[in-house]
């Protein structure tokens, strides 16, 4: 059974950088068949995909164009997990931030982690 | 404004029919399989439907999918105050993004 638990701060400075991670088990960050995403959920934007990280011979990563110069996503194999980096935040930033597993061959989530609310404030 | 368009919101009384709808084009639902998703408020979402009509163990038959063209329907039949969520289609983008999300449908069971 795969699970995904999330760690990181609730709270960030704007212009600051925001910092989560996903720990994996029962499966491994390095599988082939998937990838390792970060979406977050907000009441005015609803679901929004944000960036991925996957190993398919080497490791690959896809951002939104949204936040595609401020974003990184990492895989940490040592630890089996992955990363999320969001930089230079504000206030528009705010959102409950969930990391999920994106099944490769038919392209859905099967697995979410349990979320962390993030907000972006003085 | 996102590519997949739904409804913002459906109502129906308990024991009734509700459809969602999702429509895009040929570049993301018109070529590639679409999920659907479920959002309580305070929980991680949960996969309802994939490839296109296909209920993960756990999901009761009452949840049913299915695409036409550039377009995909959720039905929920036998409604019940527990169904009031949001609901999300899902797909990924031959050009665009790798993943997409429609803007969500709110249900209110009445």
């Known amino acids: 059974q795969v699970h995904l638990q999330q760690s990181g701060p609730g709270l960030v400075k704007p212009s600051q950088t925001l910092s989560l991670t996903c720990a994996i088990s029962?499966?491994?960050?390095?599988?082939?068949?998937?990838?390792w995403n970060w979406i977050r959920q907000s009441p005015s934007r609803g679901l929004e995909w944000l960036g991925r990280t996957y190993y398919r011979s080497k490791w690959y990563n896809d951002y939104a164009i949204s936040v595609k110069s401020r974003i990184t996503v990492n895989p940490d194999t040592s630890k089996n997990q992955f990363s999320l980096q969001l930089n230079s935040v504000t206030p528009e930033d705010t959102a409950v931030y969930y990391c999920?597993?994106?099944?490769?061959?038919?392209?859905?989530?099967?697995?979410w982690g349990q979320g962390t609310m993030v907000t972006v404030s003085s | 404004q996102s590519v997949l368009t739904q409804p913002p919101s459906v109502s129906a009384a308990p024991g009734q029919k509700v459809t969602i709808s999702c429509s895009g084009s040929s570049s993301n639902i018109g070529n590639n399989y679409v999920s659907w998703y479920q959002h309580l408020p305070g929980t991680a979402p949960k996969l309802l439907i994939y490839?296109?009509?296909k209920r993960p163990s756990g999901i009761p038959d009452r949840f049913s999918g299915s695409k036409s063209g550039t377009s995909a329907t959720l039905g929920i039949t036998g409604l019940q105050t527990g169904d009031e969520a949001d609901y999300y289609c899902g797909t990924w983008d031959t050009y665009l993004e790798p993943v997409l999300f429609g803007g969500g449908t709110k249900l209110t069971v009445l």
């Open positions: 029962g499966d491994s960050v390095s599988t082939n068949s998937a990838a």
């Open positions: 490839e296109n009509n």
């Open positions: 999920a597993r994106w099944d490769h061959d038919s392209g859905y989530f099967t697995i």
